[in-house]
């Protein structure tokens, strides 16, 4: 199989990469390193450097011929997003139409959309699934649903299939240690976690411990990458198999608390992990947990290395390994 990750040199797209080239499929990198680097590009893989705002460009690669493309390029703070619309306007929204409308030009017929969670909002029931109402609650899930109802539309309209994932919370690295590229000023709760463990931020602030939870921080659903990845390559041969279009959640189905993270690292990395408890974060459900059920119907993918200890221990050894880096 011929596969096209857009965003391919991130940090999900990096994982993406190493499933598809297991099982020596041709796969083909595009991105424009705004975020990626350059050193996640595995050297069996091709490497097209550009920016999904350029449709010539665009075009140029798509005209190459690939059986499914996958679009991993787009920018993911959800409290950014609120303040900076215009960049996750361009980006997020008019970049994934050229790859769609590229896709559509030059007779690519297989899409696979990085979804999120976020394009559900605060939920009104749990877990959530699929059918749950859509109602996102910051700008970066809105654009997600965006591209999610023009791949609707272009499935309708034209010979043009899509499998859209939406991820519950990414997490953990290669358990073979095959991908060392951190993140640049990380958001999310693990990253920012491991920082603090590796001495380069100065504490974990936890937003919020008066939630209706287990024990008053915020829960989440936290997959691993690596099952995240999995859930590609099957996606991929679902649409190959001309099984049509789908819309699946992949989470763990589990739901973990913010303190819960943290005593589990304490406990990993052997650092005291300074926290400090501060007023909750705006936008943030108390609890989101997912529904894959159809993921395991469709697919047969359910989530097989997303335990809290395979996800902090997989990244405390990329930290680790990066030590020497991180030191200012
Ligand atoms: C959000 C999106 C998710 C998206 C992800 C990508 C929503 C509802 N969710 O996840 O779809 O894929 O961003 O970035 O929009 N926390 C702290 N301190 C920190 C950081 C986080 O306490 O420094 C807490 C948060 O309040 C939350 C949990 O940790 O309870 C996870 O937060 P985070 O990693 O930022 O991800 P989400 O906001 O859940």
Redesign the pocket.
């Given at each position: 199989m011929k596969v096209l990750l857009f965003g391919g040199a991130g940090y999900i797209g990096t994982h993406v990469a190493l499933e598809f080239l297991d099982r020596n499929d041709t796969v083909g990198i595009f991105d424009n390193l705004s975020s990626g680097l350059r050193s996640n590009v595995n050297d069996q893989a091709l490497f097209y450097e550009g920016d999904i705002q350029d449709k010539d460009r665009v075009l140029q690669v798509l005209k190459e011929g690939w059986d499914v493309v996958i679009h991993l390029a787009a920018f993911?703070?959800?409290g950014e997003s609120m303040l900076k619309p215009i960049k996750y306007s361009q980006n997020n929204i008019s970049g994934s139409l050229n790859l769609i409308t590229g896709c559509i030009k030059a007779g690519v017929k297989n899409f696979i959309l990085s979804s999120?969670?976020?394009v559900y909002g605060e939920p009104s029931y749990l877990p959530v699934d699929e059918n749950h109402p859509k109602n996102p609650?910051?700008y970066?899930?809105y654009t997600k649903l965006c591209v999610e109802e023009n791949l609707k539309w272009y499935a309708q309209l034209k010979d043009f299939h899509y499998v859209s994932l939406r991820?519950f919370?990414?997490a953990g690295y290669d358990e073979r240690g095959r991908m060392l590229g951190l993140e640049n000023n990380p958001?999310?709760?693990i990253p920012?976690v491991m920082e603090v463990a590796s001495g380069i931020r100065p504490n974990?602030?936890?937003?919020?411990n008066d939630y209706d939870t287990v024990d008053g921080?915020?829960v989440?659903d936290y997959v691993h990458v690596t099952d995240l990845a999995k859930g590609h390559v099957l996606a991929a041969d679902y649409l190959n198999a001309g099984k049509g279009n789908l819309v699946v959640n992949l989470g763990s189905e589990e739901g973990l608390s913010?303190q819960q993270i943290l005593d589990t690292a304490r406990k990993i990395t052997g650092k005291p992990i300074d926290a400090q408890y501060v007023e909750r974060?705006a936008?943030?459900?108390a609890k989101?947990v997912a529904s894959s059920q159809l993921a395991y119907k469709s697919l047969g993918w359910k989530a097989e290395h997303s335990s809290v200890e395979t996800i902090i221990q997989t990244t405390w050894k990329v930290y680790q390994a990066n030590q020497k880096k991180l030191e200012p």
């Open positions: 993911k703070a959800a999120s969670a976020a609650t910051n970066y899930g991820y919370n990414a958001a999310n709760l920012v974990l602030l936890v937003f919020g921080t915020g989440r913010v974060r936008g943030d459900p989101l």
